[in-house]
C-alpha cells in the first residue's frame, strides 16, 4: 500500500502544486519516487512529529495541502493534541499517513502496533478518518480525497493483500459491501476485509448466507446504510486490527444502539496489550483469532447462539 499511496502521491502531484510530502525522517526506499520529482515539496522533519504536524499546519493556512507521513503509532498518537487544535480546529486540509496499521510492524513489538489509533481519531468530529483495504482502495481513496476540504487521517497497511470482489470501489461515507446473504455480517475494517472474505467462503460452504461490508471511512460514516444491513441479517460480527474498543466494533455497537437494532453483535478484535511477545503477520494473525478459519469459527458459534 505505500507504494501505491507515493504512485497515486504523484500523479495528484503532477496536477496540483499546492500537494507537499513532509516526513518524520521514515519511508526511505519508499518515498525517493516523490522526493526526486519534488524535491521543493519534500520535506524530512526529523524524528519531531509535533513540529512536523505544526509545520503541516502553517503550509496548509498558507495555502498547500500536506501530506504527514510517519508510523501509524508516531503519526496518530505523538502528535495527537496538534492535530486536534491544528488542522482539525482550524479546518485545514491537512493529511496525517500512518503506515502499518495493527500489528504490521510484527517483530518490531507492541511499541510499533497501531491498535488504538482509529479509536483516537474517529472521536474528533472535525476529522475524517480512512481505512484503506488494498492497493487499488488507496489509489481511489486519494483521488476522491484530492479536493476534500476537511483534515484527513489516512491509514494504510504495510503491504495489503488485493481484496477480490472491492475492485477498489471507496465512496466517503458508504461501506463497500461484497456478497448478499442474510445469515450474517461480517464487517470488516480496512485490510481485514481479505480474512472476512476468507471466512465467509468458508461459511458458504456450509450452506450460511454472508455479506461482507467493508468500512473505509468514519466522519462521514456509512450509518443508515449499516443499520439496514444490520437489521436484515441474523447476526454481525466486526473484524479490525486494532483494540475492540474504539474502533469498529465500537462504531457498529453504537449504530445498534442509535437505531434500536436487535441483531447480536460480536466483535473480533485485539482484546489486551500484547506484551512479551512479537512476531511476523500470519503468527499474530492466529495469536488474535484473526484468520479466515478463526473468523468463521466465531460466525458460527455466534449463529448457533442465536
Not at 18 to 40: C, K, M, S
Not at 119 to 137: W, Y
Not at 180 to 202: N, R
Amino acid at each position: 500500500m505505500r507504494n501505491a499511496f507515493v504512485a497515486g502521491l504523484l500523479e495528484l502531484a503532477a496536477d496540483d502544486d499546492r500537494i507537499v510530502l513532509l516526513t518524520g525522517d521514515l519511508g526511505f526506499t519508499v518515498l525517493e519516487p516523490f522526493a526526486e520529482a519534488y524535491p521543493d515539496r519534500f520535506f524530512n522533519a526529523g524524528v519531531a512529529e509535533q513540529n512536523m504536524v505544526g509545520m503541516a499546519t502553517g503550509l496548509a493556512e498558507a495555502g498547500f495541502t500536506p501530506f504527514v507521513y510517519s508510523i501509524a503509532t508516531f503519526a496518530s498518537m505523538r502528535p495527537y493534541e496538534f492535530i486536534r487544535n491544528g488542522p482539525a480546529l482550524h479546518h485545514l486540509p491537512v493529511r496525517v499517513v500512518g503506515i502499518g496499521g495493527g500489528t504490521d510492524y510484527g517483530h518490531n513489538g507492541v511499541t510499533h502496533y497501531a491498535l488504538e489509533d482509529v479509536g483516537l481519531m474517529r472521536l474528533q468530529p472535525e476529522l475524517t478518518t480512512v481505512v484503506c483495504a488494498d492497493r487499488e482502495q488507496t489509489r481511489t481513496a486519494l483521488r476522491a480525497l484530492k479536493n476534500y476540504e476537511r483534515p484527513v487521517y489516512l491509514r494504510l497497511g504495510r503491504g495489503g493483500t488485493p481484496v477480490d470482489g472491492l475492485d477498489g470501489r471507496f465512496t466517503l461515507g458508504a461501506a463497500e459491501t461484497i456478497g448478499d446473504g442474510t445469515d450474517a455480517l461480517i464487517v470488516a475494517l480496512g485490510p481485514l476485509a481479505a480474512a472476512a472474505l476468507g471466512a465467509a467462503a468458508l461459511l458458504e460452504r456450509d450452506g450460511v448466507g454472508v455479506t461482507v461490508a467493508v468500512v473505509s471511512s468514519f466522519n462521514p460514516s456509512p450509518d443508515a446504510q449499516l443499520a439496514e444491513l444490520i437489521d436484515r441479517s441474523r447476526v454481525a460480527l466486526t473484524v479490525e486490527g486494532h483494540y475492540r474498543t474504539g474502533g469498529l466494533g465500537s462504531y457498529v455497537a453504537e449504530v445498534i444502539a442509535d437505531n434500536g437494532l436487535g441483531t447480536p453483535l460480536s466483535r473480533i478484535g485485539i482484546e489486551s496489550m500484547p506484551r512479551g511477545f512479537s512476531g511476523d503477520e500470519g503468527y499474530l494473525a492466529e495469536a488474535f483469532g484473526l484468520t479466515p478459519a478463526a473468523i468463521a469459527a466465531r460466525t458460527t458459534t455466534a449463529l448457533q447462539a442465536r
